[in-house]
């Protein structure tokens, strides 16, 4: 199989669809491209960006396709890739821009980070839900990711904690500590009962949701 090249430079981000039919790029040049996972042409390029594509997810529904740049966070149907919703964070708001979103498996809500800060957004009315969370020990937060059921959300950058936000009010709920260096990833299991984070510190860590106790 021939690698995939593309006229942009620096890929910053890539998605597969639900249903791993189509997946999604997006460039260091602010361009974000629809592509046939069977043909591996593209079929649809997205306008809205004016610089990096730092975030990019589609929603387990096959509803939404989010994609972010700068303060802008786009909200696009799916389908017909259709802007549905825009969310605009203040200049103030945030250091370095949006470096991060996800959204919910029913795609009732979006998370953006940027910083050391989480917000929560409805997604079809952009409107934010409770108060913003501030991840103590954190910054430059890399991964947010909720719960396979949206009530959690766990947040990571860099700094050694692992930052546990109520995915309904926005309310930070704990901090947990265990790494010893910066952390990459995290992600919770499909059944929802474990988080799984990593980093720096060469450790993989898996936590159990309910008591937050470090199993491994």
């Given at each position: 199989v021939s690698p995939l090249k593309l006229k942009e430079r620096n890929i910053f981000k890539a998605a597969f669809s639900p249903d791993s039919k189509r997946f999604a790029t997006g460039t260091e040049q602010s361009t974000v491209r629809i592509w046939s996972a069977e043909f591996a042409e593209?079929?649809?390029?997205?306008d809205g960006h004016e610089c990096i594509v730092k975030a990019l997810a589609w929603s387990e529904c096959g509803r939404?396709?989010?994609?972010?740049?700068a303060n802008k966070l786009i909200v696009r149907d799916s389908d017909t890739y259709?802007?549905?919703?825009?969310?605009?964070?203040?200049?103030?708001?945030?250091?370095?821009?949006?470096?991060c979103a996800t959204v919910t498996q029913d795609g009732s809500r979006i998370a953006?980070?940027?910083y050391n800060t989480v917000w929560l957004f409805e997604t079809l009315t952009g409107r934010q839900i409770g108060s913003m969370a501030t991840t103590l020990g954190i910054f430059n937060i890399r991964v947010v990711t909720f719960s396979p059921d949206g009530k959690l959300c766990a947040a990571v950058?860099?700094?050694?904690?692992?930052?546990?936000?109520?995915g309904v009010t926005g309310k930070v709920l704990k901090s947990l500590v265990g790494h010893t260096n910066h952390l990459?990833?995290?992600t919770?299991?499909?059944?929802?009962k474990f988080l799984l984070t990593g980093g720096y510190d060469c450790t993989?860590?898996?936590w159990d949701v309910r008591t937050w106790v470090c199993l491994r």
């Open positions: 593209c079929i649809e390029t997205l939404f396709l989010i994609t972010a740049c259709k802007t549905m919703q825009e969310i605009s964070l203040k200049s103030g708001q945030t250091h370095f821009g949006i470096l953006i980070a940027s950058g860099n700094g050694d904690r692992v930052s546990i936000i109520d990459r990833s995290a919770f299991s499909p059944c929802g993989i860590k898996i």
